[in-house]
């Protein structure tokens, strides 16, 4: 008897731990340092090299496949490609850093790229005569650690409010500009379980996301989320929900939701980027239009957040680095720029590329005129961004949800910011 | 002559046996030595890992250079102060109370109907299978769509049948969010516990039901004296079990309500991967999962403790 407990008490234990043991696997890869490889650096470029990216929907996949294929013809350089979930990609980043197993070459959003950039883990790309004349400086200073720049966009991308045409012109709206407009547009447009407006506050970085270009058109500032304009401008977030302009599932809805609701007529106008806007045209009975975020006065410029993924190139040995290198320096050449940024509705990340696509691409000019205004989320607190970012996305849903006032919130984040 | 031979034959057959016993100790062991390694490898190292890993100020620089200092308990005293730990160990004991009370109950109460023959009761059982089979990512999308304010299926129906006068703010509520995640949760636990016990009831003999039935005890009697009683060894697997695979979850809510709103429905596997990988406090996230372990461990020893006590009764 006493035996067969025992067993029993030590199979249960076994268990317990077996399941936990799953939330623990950070813990399981091992760190060893290891001196970067360096063989002579006259060493001739690999004939193959991994490439790792988040472009795993249905059509930015094929785009991006278009895009290696046309690189791996002019360089000869073969690309094993590896395609994940955006959520993976930086857990799957840390545990290749920590196993010496990184792709050769990485696409990453670019707010995260100076917390890689700050393991060692990357190096310059001035290494391989790529150079940054031309590009915004919102990108640049996204893919600049400690002056060096580790990451360049082949395109980049920006929120801006899309409406629906037949909508507005049925209720006799015009598209807003300012956010007194918004909110009455908003109000307007709402009724019988539809919405005037949609955009996303999911609690992850997508909300904060999506509150940044209110945030900073208002004259805020990342380092003070608590400040008078910041409370100004999450009052004015939650108060488009509260006064029945927007639905309180903004809460739940990622971006991708936020364009359903869009497509399905729920929602008259979102926030949103441009990557939707090839799907859009895939709706033929859909007419819809683009303009900037509205501004807080009349006049003012949006100051929206910069998105898209840049490319970087990890520590991995010279001849697969120089391969990476020839590789990278194809997918940021004009022609690529602009079949990529044609493809997934991007904004090519040259001033005067974007300004040649603008005017292939009229429907694509609000997004361009805001890219110029554009800000990087890590510009001013580099690594420090993604904790601050948590703070703000948790606050933003405090004040949505009425749990808490917009002013208690914001201080609350602050506090967690800082800690 | 004889004396001396049987004495060595005598000595010889002692000296054997010690020897015997030695290399059968020794083939014991070997027998044992594939699961001590596999435990060791794959349940040992992650966790001393992650209990050296909550004592260190482990970064994302850490994972390149293998280097993180020693920061002693400072990571368990930064979690303890985290204003959403509270809520997070709040959470996670309702979560797992609500979810297994429920899934446990309507489980053998389906079980029980299910045990009664009757045309395509077989059929309907392995349909019931299949919230068990889905992956978890899609049954949580599912459900969060169903739960959605203004278009859910769920506010539809209440709307329909006239239960409720407005939409219910399923997950766009701090107060509504956790139960409806613990409902999603139920859903998807019920088939398990619905196979289990059912396996549980096939195996108690018919004459002791007809024998209850002739001394005159009624449905209800009989489920009271007969099947509890008998079902218990495998109600305390199916709740043991129950607990281990709740108290962990992780999937659901993510897809679900991703910890939101506001915090409303986080529990310490979240906000351990909050931690990990949203704010990159590597020794914070892993101080929560060994507060976890900890929990788990707790709730295990209690199962065992009832467990031997019901096992002496048995006995007895």
């Known amino acids: 008897m006493s035996t067969a407990r025992r067993n029993r008490r030590a199979r249960t234990t076994v268990t317990g731990i077996g399941v936990t043991a799953a939330l623990v696997f950070a813990a399981a890869c091992s760190p060893s340092p290891q001196a970067p490889a360096s063989g002579g650096s006259d060493a001739a470029p690999a004939a193959s090299i991994t490439e790792l990216d988040y472009y795993a929907d249905e059509q930015g996949t094929v785009a991006w496949q278009k895009i290696l294929d046309t690189c791996t013809q002019q360089t000869g350089v073969k690309i094993e490609r590896q395609s994940i979930p955006t959520a993976q990609m930086l857990p799957k980043i840390l545990q290749g ?115 940044l270009p209110f945030f900073w058109s208002n004259g805020a ?24 302009g927007a639905s309180k599932s903004v809460l739940n809805w990622s971006q991708n939701d936020v364009a359903d609701q869009f497509v399905s007529g729920n929602a008259a106008m979102m926030i949103n980027g441009s990557w939707n806007l090839a799907r859009l045209d895939e709706e033929k ?29 990890p520590v991995s040995g010279d001849a697969t680095q120089k391969a990476a290198g020839k590789v990278l320096s194809c997918i940021l050449s004009e022609p690529t720029m602009l079949d990529w940024s044609k493809a997934h509705a991007y904004i090519p990340s040259k001033v005067d590329v974007a300004a040649k696509f603008g005017q292939q691409n009229p429907e694509m000019q609000a997004f361009i005129d805001e890219v110029a205004t554009a800000k990087s989320r890590t510009a001013d607190l580099g690594e420090k961004y993604p904790k601050v970012s948590a703070a703000l996305a948790t606050a933003i849903q405090s004040a949505i949800t009425g749990q808490k006032p917009a002013d208690q919130a914001l201080r609350q984040a602050q506090q967690a910011a800082g800690s | ?54 004592t260190q100020n482990y970064t994302v620089r850490s994972f390149y250079t293998g280097q993180a200092p020693f920061v002693g308990l400072d990571n368990y005293a930064a979690v303890f102060r ?56 899609v049954s949580g999308a599912v459900w969060r769509w169903m739960f959605d304010q203004d278009h859910g299926i769920i506010n539809a129906a209440l ?29 998807i636990g019920v088939p398990f516990n619905l196979v289990i016990l059912h396996g549980g009831l096939r195996a108690i003999p018919d004459v002791l039901y ?38 962990k979850v992780f999937d659901v809510i993510m897809v679900v ?43 295990g020893l209690v199962y065992l403790r009832s467990a031997r006590a019901s096992l002496s009764e048995v006995a007895s």
């Open chain 1, 97 to 211: 850093a920590s196993s010496k197993t990184l792709p050769q070459l990485v696409f990453t959003d670019n707010p995260t790229l100076q917390q890689i950039a700050s393991t060692g883990a990357l190096t310059p790309l001035s290494d391989y005569g790529i150079s940054t004349d031309g590009y915004y400086p919102g990108i640049i200073k996204a893919g600049t650690y400690q002056d060096k720049v580790y990451g360049l966009a082949p395109g980049v991308n920006g929120l801006a409010l899309i409406y629906n045409k037949d909508l507005l012109a049925a209720a006799g709206v015009e598209p807003p500009k300012t956010w007194d407009e918004l909110k009455a547009a908003a109000t307007k447009l709402s009724k019988d379980g539809k919405y005037g407006l949609s955009f996303s506050a999911i609690p992850s970085e997508e909300g904060t996301w999506q509150f």
């Open chain 1, 221 to 244: 500032d990342l380092s003070k989320v608590d400040s008078a304009q910041s409370v100004q401008a999450l009052r004015y977030v939650s108060d488009l929900v509260s006064s029945g």
């Open chain 1, 285 to 313: 009975s859909l007419h819809y239009g683009v303009v900037p975020v509205p501004t807080p006065q009349a006049g003012g410029k949006p100051a929206v957040a910069l998105g898209g993924e840049v490319g970087a190139i």
């Open chain 2, 1 to 54: 002559m004889t004396l001396t031979q049987e004495a060595t034959a005598g000595r010889a057959e002692t000296r054997a046996r010690p020897g015997r016993r030695r290399s059968q100790r020794l083939a014991a062991l070997a027998f044992l030595l594939p699961a001590l390694a596999y435990i060791v490898v794959f349940f040992g190292y992650p966790l001393v890992g992650n209990l050296v890993m909550s």
């Open chain 2, 82 to 137: 985290n204003p959403v730990f509270g809520t997070a160990v709040t959470n996670t004991i309702l979560f797992t109370a609500g979810s297994i009370f429920f899934q446990f109950t309507i489980g053998l109460a389906l079980a029980v109907f299910f045990n009664g023959r009757f045309l395509g009761s077989a059929t309907l059982r392995s349909l019931l299978l299949l919230p068990w089979l889905l992956p978890l990512v």
């Open chain 2, 159 to 187: 709307r329909a049948l006239h239960l409720a006068s407005g939409p219910t703010p399923w997950l766009t509520s701090t107060s509504w969010a956790l139960p409806a995640v613990i409902l999603t949760n139920i859903w």
């Open chain 2, 210 to 247: 007809e024998a209850a039935e002739l001394d005159g005890a009624n449905a209800w009697q009989r489920f009271q004296h007969v099947t509890w009683p008998l079902l218990r060894p495998v109600t305390g697997i199916v709740l043991m079990l129950g607990l281990v695979y709740t108290i």
């Open chain 2, 257 to 299: 309500t991703g910890g939101g709103p506001a915090d409303a429905t986080q529990t310490l596997t979240t906000l351990s991967y909050g931690l990990s990988f949203h704010d990159f406090a590597f020794g914070q996230g892993a101080a929560v999962g060994n507060i976890l372990i900890v929990l788990a461990t707790c709730f």
